[in-house]
């Protein structure tokens, strides 16, 4: 019972550098979401996807990048990491549709730190 | 972005008591969620709600979905040391796309013995 497994748990990246966040989950859901989480502030929906093949954009898209080959896999990229986007970063996924949501289940995060 | 208000901020209660929090929109919602997140890990579904009015028991949690649809409370009886932690509302609203979720800024439960 893997549920939502991100890689990695911690990183520590130079201004400009790139990298790849990844996120399986092993529940067959449709729905997959990437959030960011910054003290006061809640979670935030960076970029979302309804299907493999699907990708779009959520409430704080700007400097990243997602992508969706495979159902059960949502990759989130910087191309230029900036300290803004020190954070602590969760992926989750559910079935369901427009109206009702099921088994909406969160990884345990990935704590990023650009310096 | 569309916030939810979640109060308290933080509470500090000792162990037995009751707790009670509660998260309010301006906008209506279709389904409510409860969360609790402990330090350094992903947070945890704790209660989920899909009908106005309806009111559901996880335990010692108890959560209502509000009959306007625009709020919702968790309430926790005799409270014990585990459960401190951050505990979040979210909800869902009517998007026709997605079943994006739309949280509050969470409550932080400290428990003293």
């Known amino acids: 019972n893997a549920g939502v497994t991100q890689t990695p748990k911690f990183r520590v990246l130079k201004t400009g550098q790139s990298m790849t966040l990844l996120c399986a989950q092993d529940?067959?859901?449709?729905?997959m979401y990437w959030y960011r989480q910054d003290p006061g502030m809640g979670l935030r929906l960076i970029h979302y996807s309804v299907g493999e093949g699907t990708t779009a954009k959520g409430e704080v898209p700007d400097g990243y990048n997602v992508s969706r080959l495979k159902k059960q896999n949502f990759l989130l990229g910087l191309e230029s990491a900036a300290p803004s986007q020190t954070s602590v970063y969760f992926c989750?996924?559910?079935?369901?549709?427009?109206?009702?949501?099921?088994?909406?289940?969160f990884g345990s995060g990935t704590r990023l730190t650009v310096v | 972005g569309q916030q939810l208000n979640q109060s308290p901020q933080s509470m500090f209660i000792q162990e037995g008591e009751d707790v009670s929090m509660n998260c309010t929109s301006s906008?209506?919602?279709?389904?409510w969620l409860w969360y609790k997140q402990d330090p350094g890990e992903g947070p945890v579904l704790l209660i989920a709600?899909?009908?106005?009015?309806e009111l559901t028991s996880n335990g010692r949690l108890t959560a209502q979905f509000g009959i306007t649809r625009k709020d919702s409370f968790l309430n926790i009886s005799a409270s014990i040391p585990s459960d401190v932690g951050i505990y979040f509302c979210?909800?869902?609203?009517?998007?026709?796309?997605?079943?994006?979720?739309?949280f509050g800024t969470g409550t932080r439960l400290q428990v003293t013995l």
């Open positions: 529940m067959n859901h449709e729905y």
């Open positions: 979210a909800g869902q609203l009517n998007t026709g796309t997605a079943s994006k979720l739309t």
């Open positions: 709600l899909y009908k106005a009015g």
């Open positions: 906008s209506i919602f279709n389904t």
């Open positions: 989750a996924s559910s079935y369901g549709d427009h109206r009702v949501v099921y088994g909406y289940t």
